[in-house]
Structures are given as C-alpha cells and as structure tokens.
C-alpha cells in the first residue's frame, strides 16, 4: 500500500475511534485514556469459531491489512450507532488494505445464539465479517483482562504488522 493510500486508510479509521471514543465518553470517564495500556501491544489472536459473511479469521492471517475490530451487542445504542460508520469504511477503504471486523459479545456472556448474532448482524446491515464471541473468552483476551475496564462495546484498530 502506498504511503498517502496508507495515510487515507488510517486517517478514515482515526475518524470512526474518535467518533466511537466520543460517544462513548458519555458513560465513561476517559475512554481514551482507558485503552492506552493497549497502543503498541500485539493483538492477541481472536480463536473465534463461528462467523457470517466469511470463513473464520485470524489475525495472522490480516497482516499487511489494517484491522478495525468492533466488539458490539444487540442492545446497545452507540454499537448501532456505529455500525453506519463501519459500513461505509469498509467500502470506502477495504479495497485499499482495510478490513472490518464486528465481534457479536452477546450480553449476558454465555449465550451461544447463532441466530441471535446473525439477526443483529442483519438488523445493523453488518456485511463486513462478523463473529461470535459467546463466552467472551476474546473480548477477555483483547480488553477485560487488562484492567479494569467501564465498557465491553470497544473497538480496536490493528496495523498491517498486527500492533494495537
């Protein structure tokens, strides 16, 4: 990917946090302070089984690709707020190298409803790649074990060498 392709690709992904981060500031102190244990990590890998709209994946097998992961829930507001946003990223960046990934957490953990996913999926107008995190057992690896946390509805952006 050309560096100014790469700086779009970056700068439309920056605009979706900031506007997901803003929201969000509503219910928590400082979102973006919150996640900064997270910047520079290697993103855990997702183990994520079921899916629609493709195949399981990986997250080594997205390198070269920047990464958006949505971790989102039925019943929450600023996840369909969001989901608009998504949308349009992925048709307007996803042939330049950026792939979005929605992570159904169904509230309460433990509900293992495909059809629960894929009707929210449906509902959110979600075509971009989403999986079932049931038990929570990513969205654990990739946020709540960290520290403590004030939301589970996060998203993560990855770059094409696979750091937070």
């Known amino acids: ?35 900064a244990d997270r910047i520079g990590a290697a993103a855990p890998r997702l183990a994520l089984e079921h899916w629609v709209n493709s195949s399981p994946l990986e997250i ?26 998504l949308r349009k990223l992925q048709a307007k960046y996803g042939g330049l190298g950026l792939q979005v990934i929605g992570v159904f957490h169904p509230k309460p ?24 995190d049931a038990d929570w057992k990513a969205l654990r690896r990739w ?3 960290q520290e403590e946390r004030s939301a589970t509805s996060v998203s993560v952006v990855i770059d094409k060498r696979g750091i937070i």
């Open 1 to 35: 990917m050309k560096g100014r392709t790469r700086r779009a690709v970056y700068a439309g992904v920056l605009g979706l946090t900031l506007i997901v981060f803003g929201q969000g500031s509503r219910l928590a102190a400082s979102p973006v302070e919150e996640g």
């Open 109 to 132: 953990a433990g509900d293992w409803s495909l059809r629960r996913m894929r009707e929210g999926a449906q509902r959110l107008n979600m075509n971009f790649p989403v999986a079932l």
């Open 60 to 85: 080594a097998d997205l390198r070269g690709k920047v990464v958006l992961i949505r971790w989102w829930t039925d019943a929450c507001p600023f996840c369909a707020a969001t989901a608009p946003a």
């Open 143 to 145: 946020w709540l074990d």
